[in-house]
């Protein structure tokens, strides 16, 4: 009698003990997914950013049709990218894919920006002015949101690979997620801050 109440007391410890870790992982789970759409929103509001920047400098820059359409390229393999990704946050193919696409579309922006030095008319337009405050504004949101999800997701590693909750993480099919980063090569951000000027 009294190892049989022994007993059951070691089984409810051992399936509280399991259920505690459970929820745990669905609670990191759910943690980097919702830091991911916080993401997902900063490069939506990108991506429909930079076809109007275009537009406004085909009207200036008509002779550097292909680094304009370089841009709208790299803008759209960025947005397949960001599907994949929305689709499987932390997964370590899409991560990678869209970590190169968002790389290509800094590059592309950089020489755009780059070659927009050499527009004065271009430089000086008020809607330009204003795309540049808005992808300045939302590339430092995006910052923000991609140290959040890192963040999140090395909370999450962390619960899937100590012991003992990788046991239980193993059993029901809980993967490493993978960090959202930029090769160092592609972490400087284009230079979108306006330009006033000088009279």
Same mark, same amino acid.
């Given at each position: ?109 950089? %020489?755009?920006?780059? +070659?927009? /030095?050499?527009?004065?008319?271009? *430089? =000086?337009?008020?809607? #330009? ?45 809980? %993967?490493?997620?993978? +960090?959202? /980063?930029?090769?160092?090569?592609? *972490? =400087?951000?284009?230079? #979108? ?7």
């Amino acid at each position: 009698m009294i190892s049989g109440l022994i007993f059951l007391g070691l089984l409810v410890v051992l399936v509280m003990w399991a259920v505690g870790i459970y929820n745990g992982l669905i609670r990191g789970r759910r943690g980097y997914e919702n830091a991911f759409a916080q993401i997902d929103v900063q490069l939506t509001r990108r991506y429909d950013l930079i076809p109007n920047l275009v537009e406004v400098a085909k009207g200036y820059m008509a002779h550097e049709r292909d680094t304009l359409e370089a841009v709208i390229t790299a803008r759209n393999q960025a947005v397949s990218g960001l599907k994949n990704a929305q689709a499987n946050p932390g997964d370590a193919a899409a991560m990678q894919a869209l970590s190169g696409a968002e790389g290509q579309l800094t590059g592309a922006l950089g %020489r755009l920006f780059a +070659l927009s /030095e050499a527009y004065p008319d271009l *430089k =000086a337009n008020q809607n #330009v002015l204003k795309l540049q405050g808005a992808i300045n504004e939302t590339e430092e949101q995006l910052s923000a949101s991609r140290r959040a999800f890192n963040a999140a997701v090395t909370i999450f590693n962390n619960s899937v690979e100590v012991f003992p909750s990788n046991i239980l993480a193993a059993m029901m099919g809980f %993967r490493r997620r993978t +960090l959202f /980063e930029i090769p160092e090569s592609q *972490k =400087a951000r284009p230079d #979108v801050s306006p330009v006033t000027s000088s009279r």
